[in-house]
């Protein structure tokens, strides 16, 4: 009875919503669950009798194994996203899901480097023996912070999408949604400086010809991975004797957070991070309060 309806969800998220693999099989996991639920709790109905006591029920019930808040709320948006498809397909008039609440969730203040750290990571590199190495993984970690890229957006990053010229980047970001980001005098130079070295991409003896448009490539020609680009961050901070989790995604909140302490709009860095919400980028307001009092010192008229 239901797995029809499933199917065409994932068709849904697929098609229209443009997500992730792996977002939509949590979705279809999450709802799974409910349908599972039900069946446990001998409930024969389905998806038009379905009301809001049946899902509090159902996150009471996965709040009681011990599903962490966060998850509940992951849980949570897969349901609200299920009945919103049943809603578009005009086999239902209104959501049972509208109402729920997510748990209130406590959101995690990111590990920033400063810039003198994330300069000690980069001049690491000093010590990697292999020429081609060094360039490539000096320009990676370059953009990485000049431009605030997901791993996955730097890893996947096209040759055919550098507008070094005029200062730009096109990311292809979540969703399939394209974004155009200015990248500073420095990453581009170490960019040029990897595409146009004797002993940059050129001294690649084979690129693979699927990856012939992708930038940064391992020593076989071919596109590097996100757990590679894991372990080249984590063994330069550890060279750099920086004590801090690091991981590519800590360049990411660096950048973020220090265009905020540098002034910078937040719309402006919502549209540069490819965030869909406002919500999400305001995690990087977490100033310090000396940094939040000279602001308010310098530009209030009431100061």
Known sequence: MWQSYIKG????????????????????RDVSKFVEFLALREYELNYKEIELAHLQEFIHYINELGLNPRSQARVISGLKAFFKYLMVEDLLDESPAVLLE?????????????????????????????????????????????????????????????????????????????????????????????????????????????????????????????????????????????????????FRHSFATHLIEGGADLRAIQDMLGHESITTTEIYTHLDTDFLRETILRFHPRT
Do not use: W
């Open 9 to 28: 969800f994932q068709g849904y998220l697929m098609l229209e919503r443009s997500l992730s693999e792996n977002s939509i099989e949590a979705y279809i």
């Open 102 to 250: 997510a748990p209130r969730l406590d959101r995690k203040i990111p590990h920033v480097l400063t810039p003198d750290e994330i300069n000690l990571i980069i001049s690491a590199l000093q010590f990697e023996k292999n020429e081609y190495i060094k360039i490539r993984n000096v320009a990676m970690l370059e953009t990485l912070y000049a431009c605030g890229l997901r791993v996955s957006e730097l890893t996947g990053l096209r040759i055919s999408n550098l507008y070094l010229d005029i200062g730009f980047i096109k990311i292809l970001g979540k969703g399939n949604k394209e974004r155009l980001i200015p990248i500073g005098e420095s990453a581009r130079s170490a960019i040029r400086d990897y595409l146009d070295h004797h002993d940059g991409r050129q001294s690649l003896k084979r690129i693979h010809p699927e990856h012939a448009d992708i930038l940064f490539l391992n020593r076989r020609g071919k596109q590097l991975t996100r757990v590679m680009v894991f372990t080249i961050v984590k063994k330069l901070a550890g060279l750099a004797g920086i004590k801090k989790k690091v991981s590519p995604h800590t």
